[in-house]
């Protein structure tokens, strides 16, 4: 059944990115290399089931890059959110892009504009305290 080998490799993704981005956020090491070799073998039939395991690569390989190896990631840029929660998640990480890249001008609207929002969020408390830490900086 191609379908339900399809299936496993979305949950397969899926899982494999969770793990990824809960060590990346928690400052845990872990085995990228790894991980980015399990999900490249995955060879769904169906396209748009390849197109969402694609857009899970791109998305570790780019936060890998800007959160832990401080490099400027072009895909970030690009993301355009889909509904009110990723449009902060995908603020956050695109400010905190434009900081590695340093473009602080950019960097510091994204953050301004994710501070004025709820302080449930992670996101907009990080936004808060880099505004609070660089706003004699300006």
Do not use: C
Request: glycine share 2%; no cysteine.
């Amino acid at each position: 059944h191609r379908f339900r080998g399809d299936m496993w490799a979305l949950k397969f993704s899926m899982y494999y990115q969770i793990y990824a981005l809960s060590k990346l956020f928690s400052g845990q090491d872990y085995d990228f290399d790894t991980v980015m070799t399990y999900l490249m073998v995955l060879r769904p039939k169906q396209k748009v089931i390849k197109q969402i395991i694609d857009e899970r690569i791109a998305t570790i390989k780019s936060l890998q890059d800007v959160v832990k190896n401080k490099k400027y990631s072009e895909f970030l840029d690009h993301l355009s959110p889909d509904n009110e929660l990723e449009k902060i998640i995908f603020g956050y990480y695109q400010a905190l892009n434009a900081q590695v890249s340093g473009n602080e001008e950019k960097a510091w609207r994204n953050y301004l504009t994710l501070s004025k929002l709820d302080d449930d969020f992670y996101y907009v408390r990080e936004a808060k305290r880099y505004i609070e830490e660089n706003k004699y900086v300006r």
